[in-house]
């Protein structure tokens, strides 16, 4: 088996975490001066090209060694082009609509402030709260890919390795903020980057493809799965990166909005690139004759019985990548859960010191739920239905046209998609237990059946249907209490414009300048949008 001695695989793992815990607490120092708000955020403070660094980084993660080469393995390249192009192409969203919400919200930098700008208090708490479950799900599932990655590659034990990741991270992110995570995930990116172009290298050198296993294992074809993914993996991956607040720190982040459609291109092609090739290790494993082995094993696994063929300094790489990915990641996860935690629950008014301890007391819970190691798949699908409910009733408001929209139809309709979920699955099964169940996807999403595709379909239209009909109700009630109060009813009156601060005098500047000019700090805002 081609895997390192027990001591260079140590070597690898906890020099890796060294160079970056150096070099974090270096940043760190250099930035000692920085105040709360450069602690919680950047606003347009960014070019273009580290913005693309940072939404790779980002948007990976040591899981894609399990995911992504699984999916190869049961709906072959169609399933794995869609999947790669599902999880990249949603980051041009943030290109498009982050402008929008920039303007809407300049002093925010997350979604949530938004939502509390337009829905309300009540809104955006409920928002909060699905994004908050939603990063530490991603925590989790991030710690316990890990720890399953090394004892794959090594024959360690994974606990040391989340061990040192977490303090790691919990070190330079508590003195650093996002700051430190924003520059640390650029030298991660990039390492990132360059170890899959030597690894990809090397694979294709010495991987021996057999064309018999190529023409019979049926992976070049087309299957039900793989037309029901073309609907599903859209959906799911668009709709939940709206609640990793990471991605939304790194818009607001963004100088201009040029930097922010530039980077936000560039790093979705090199997203769309890096999974497809990770993927095509589960394609390689099955025609080489490593998967599914004897005794047959999990299509997850694919790329490390792929490893098994190749030489030991090759499975090195994929260890310094595998430590790199999921560093990037999991500092980026920790100050978006703090960042937004300060904004959502005390609206920044904590001292600079009780965030930096947040920093620290959130990893517990975090390392011990990760421990259990759950099913890494199943955490993910989770949190997509919650997201594909969730989400399309509350872009609605980001049209004017649609200033009638309040914050009461959002939560109906989120809470609906998923009661609408359960219908189905009682309906489709028979049973309200087996319903249940679809809303956790126990059962995958790799099913030979019609309830993963219904439950994709049943979240958002369910969630629209009871979110007009929570609109209908909300205009009767409106309606009758004017008629009974002898009022005029105002339910479709247009709200005022919201002021924007306006300088004049020598020190004004051209909207072309304000673009380019940093906020100096970040304020919640008082403006409050309506629930009712």
């Known amino acids: 088996m081609g895997q390192p001695s027990y001591q260079a695989s140590n070597a690898l793992i906890y020099l890796t975490y060294g160079v970056f815990l150096v070099t974090g607490v270096w940043i760190s120092w250099l930035w000692r001066g920085q105040s709360k708000a450069e602690f919680l955020a950047s606003n347009r403070t960014q070019k273009a090209i580290p913005l693309a660094l940072n939404f790779i980084a980002s948007a990976l993660g040591s899981a894609i060694l399990f995911t992504y080469p699984e999916i190869a393995t049961i709906a072959g390249v169609q399933g794995l082009i869609v999947y790669a192009l599902s999880s990249s192409l949603p980051l041009l969203a943030f290109g498009f609509l982050g402008p929008i919400i920039r303007e809407k919200c300049p002093e925010g930098f997350v979604l949530t402030e938004w939502t509390r700008q337009r829905y309300g208090v009540i809104a955006a708490l409920y928002l909060s709260l699905l994004t908050l479950i939603t990063i530490f799900l991603y925590m989790v599932a991030e710690l ?74 049926g992976l070049l074809g087309s299957s039900l799965l793989g037309w029901q993914l073309m609907y599903i993996l859209p959906v799911a991956i668009l709709t939940n990166d709206f609640f990793i607040s990471g991605f939304w720190m790194r818009t607001f982040a963004s100088k201009t909005d040029k930097d922010l459609i530039i980077g936000t291109s560039v790093a979705t092609i090199a997203v769309a690139i890096i999974l497809t090739l990770v993927g095509a290790s589960g394609l390689l494993a099955a025609w080489t004759g490593a998967w599914p082995g004897d005794p047959p094993q999990e299509g997850s696994i694919a790329l490390f019985l792929l490893l098994q063929q190749l030489p030991a300094w090759v499975v090195g790489i994929v260890i310094v990548m595998t430590v790199s990915l999921s560093t990037a990641a999991f500092d980026s996860l920790q100050s978006a859960m703090v960042s937004t935690g300060s904004n959502d629950l005390f609206r920044n008014r904590l001292n600079f010191w009780w965030i930096r301890l947040a920093v620290v007391l959130l990893i517990f819970p975090v390392a011990v739920v990760a421990l259990k190691s759950p099913s890494i798949l199943q955490i993910y699908l989770i949190s997509d239905l919650v997201s594909a409910s969730s989400i399309p009733v509350l872009v609605i408001g980001l049209s004017n046209r649609c200033y009638w929209w309040r914050g009461f139809e959002v939560v109906v309709g989120g809470l609906g998609g998923l009661l609408t979920v359960f219908i189905f699955g009682t309906i489709y099964y028979g049973n309200a237990q087996d319903g249940a169940n679809l809303m956790l996807l126990d059962q995958s999403l790799y099913v030979d059946d019609w309830s993963a595709f219904g439950a994709f379909v049943a979240a958002p239209v369910g969630g629209l249907l009871w979110a007009f009909g929570a609109f209908g109700l909300r205009i009767g009630v409106q309606w009758v209490l004017a008629k009974v109060q002898g009022r005029r009813f105002d339910a479709f009156d247009r709200p005022p414009p919201r002021r924007r601060p306006f300088v004049v005098g020598a020190g004004a500047r051209s909207s072309d300048e304000e673009d380019r000019a940093p906020v100096a700090d970040v304020k919640a805002s008082p403006t409050k949008g309506r629930f009712f």
Not at 181 to 210: A, K, P, W, Y
């Open 144 to 217: 316990s890919a890990l720890q399953q990655i090394i004892n794959a590659l090594t024959g360690l034990n994974g606990l040391w390795a989340v061990v040192a990741e977490c303090v790691v991270t919990t070190v330079y992110t508590s003195l650093g903020g996002f700051r430190i995570s924003f520059i640390t995930d650029n030298i991660q990116g990039g390492m990132v980057v360059g170890l899959l172009i030597l690894g990809v290298i090397t694979v294709g050198v010495e991987t021996d493809v057999d064309k018999s296993l190529v023409r019979s294992s």
